[in-house]
């Protein structure tokens, strides 16, 4: 632990900036623009998920439910953190006088912890049930229901909010962040921030592993049975494509706008000799690295609605014309009806 010299919360540590270059760095409007953009993005995409669960079957309710669980996660998500930056961005405050014992720099660690890893773990967990539901369809049930789909998020919320507790019972810091505008998790070489900082980085990055490998075999099998040889007489549904064209454009975001972030956060904290020295003080170029990484992934709470919104099947048949034309009432049942059924 640093000493800050003084009897402020132990989120404060030293950082290499002034509040005149603060001003300069955090612009107001960008900050502002880009949530309203944001939120405005996720709204819509809510309001078309509304509208397409309305008479859609039971199998893609359920994948719908949880791209609406998705979606909400990314608008409270914005809501929440964009709030917080936005109003320090327009009325630059000391957290010294505004936060001395560290409980809203607390909130808004658990926060970012929170609502980074739930699209990622989403992600994986969407994957996981497409993949049973093309390869396995006879070790599941026939079809999800929705209250199930719902308990499936909210475990996947509780996990993340766990993991984002963990700091608070000692296991990792949460400290103010250059350019003083926002609150994270700690690159400092004391062993409870090194075992946060890689538990959030592994669990990350292991979600999304899992993505792209459940999402590679899913493709896959619905690409043989769309050119293989029983294609005559067996073509996947224009709704499992869909899906899966839109799980890949999920997994394909939260690769692009994560990954640099989490393997940053793990090469940092393990780096040798540590990046951060003993008075708690990271060189400028890591900080500024962080900062741009971490503006990086909240694209991601931005793109995900639109992957929705443009990856839908009206979308999908206008770029491809003859998917159309095949037979929509088949599924991978009959493929797959060579093994015995489960009464």
Known sequence: MWSNGSALGPCFRPTNITLEERRMIASPWFAASFCLVGLASNLLALTVLAGARQGSSQTRSSFLTFLCGLV?????????????????????FDWHSVDPSCHLCRFMGVVMVFFGLCPLLLGATMAS?????I???????????????????G???ATALVLGLLPLLGVGRYTVQ????????????????VAFGLLFAL???????LSFLLNTISVATLCHVYYGQEAAQQRPRDCEVEMMAQLTGIMVVASVCWMPLLVFIAQTVLRSPPAMNAAGQLSQATE???LIYLRVATWNQILDPWVYILFRRAVIRRLHPGLGAQARSLSMQPQLSRRPTVA
């Open 135 to 153: 390869t396995r369809p006879f070790s599941r049930p026939a079809a999800t229901s929705q209250r199930r789909a719902w308990t499936t998020v």
């Open 288 to 290: 500024k690295q962080l």
């Open 178 to 193: 250059y350019p003083g505008s926002w609150c994270f998790l700690t690159l400092g070489p004391e062993p409870g921030d």
């Open 72 to 92: 909400l996660t990314d608008f409270m998500g914005l809501l929440i953190t964009g709030a917080i930056v936005v109003s320090q961005h327009a009325n630059p």
């Open 129 to 133: 049930e497409r993949y049973l539901g």
């Open 155 to 157: 475990l996947v919320w």
């Open 203 to 209: 669990l990350g990055s292991f979600s999304v592993g």
